[in-house]
Nanobody, 115 residues
């Protein structure tokens, strides 16, 4: 059974930092491109960042220079380091795993940026 379990969300003040984790099980982790998506109140789910099996990374413009995606294949874990957080970063953050045949999603973790 495939599971992607996100953790690390919470309430943080503007300018603060959080690190999200996504623990994967039931898949050959290194064989999947991984990504973080988010869905804010009243908005559609959007791509935040992706990392390929070769560790090539891609970011949406709004988070470039503030967020860093990384992966630890030895721990089957994906990370998202988020710095200089803004209220507009408030959303549910979802982990995604994809290869040529399959796509999997986690249940999400809430990030709220507010003073």
């Amino acid at each position: 059974q495939v599971q992607l379990v996100e953790s690390g969300g919470g309430l943080v003040q503007p300018g603060g930092s959080l690190r999200l984790s996504c623990a994967a099980s039931g898949i050959i982790f290194w064989n999947y491109a991984m990504g973080w998506y988010r869905q804010g109140p009243g908005t559609q789910r959007e791509l935040v960042a992706t990392i390929s099996t070769r560790r090539d990374t891609n970011y949406v413009d709004s988070v470039k220079g503030r967020f860093t995606i990384s992966r630890d294949n030895s721990k089957n874990t994906l990370y998202l380091e988020m710095n200089s957080l803004k209220p507009e970063d408030t959303a549910v953050y979802y982990c995604n795993a994809v290869n040529s045949w399959e796509t999997y999603w986690g249940q999400g973790t809430q990030v709220t940026v507010s003073s």
